[in-house]
C-alpha cells in the first residue's frame, strides 16, 4: 500500500510540475509589452493555455489531497 501511494504521489508530483513549466508567462520583458497591445487588440489564442491552467489546478487539488492521505494512512 505504501509502495503504491508513493508512485502516485511521484507521478502527480511529475504531472505538477510539468505543467506548470509548460504555461506561458505573463510577459516577457519589453517584447512582451509591444506585443501585448497587439494581443489586446486582436485577441490572443488561450486554448492550450486554458487547458494547461484547468489541469493545474486539478493536480493541485490532488496534489493536496494525496498529501492528506499520505499523512494519515503512512503514520
Do not use: H, N, P, W
Amino acid at each position: 500500500m505504501e509502495l503504491f501511494l508513493t508512485i502516485v504521489y511521484l507521478l502527480i508530483c511529475i504531472g505538477l510540475i510539468a505543467s506548470v513549466l509548460l504555461q506561458s508567462g505573463k510577459s516577457a520583458g519589453i517584447a512582451g509589452s509591444i506585443a501585448g497591445g497587439a494581443e489586446t487588440l486582436f485577441g490572443k489564442k488561450k486554448g492550450i493555455d486554458d487547458k494547461l491552467a484547468r489541469y493545474t489546478q486539478i493536480l493541485a487539488i490532488v496534489f493536496l489531497a494525496m498529501s492528506v492521505i499520505m499523512i494519515i494512512f503512512l503514520r
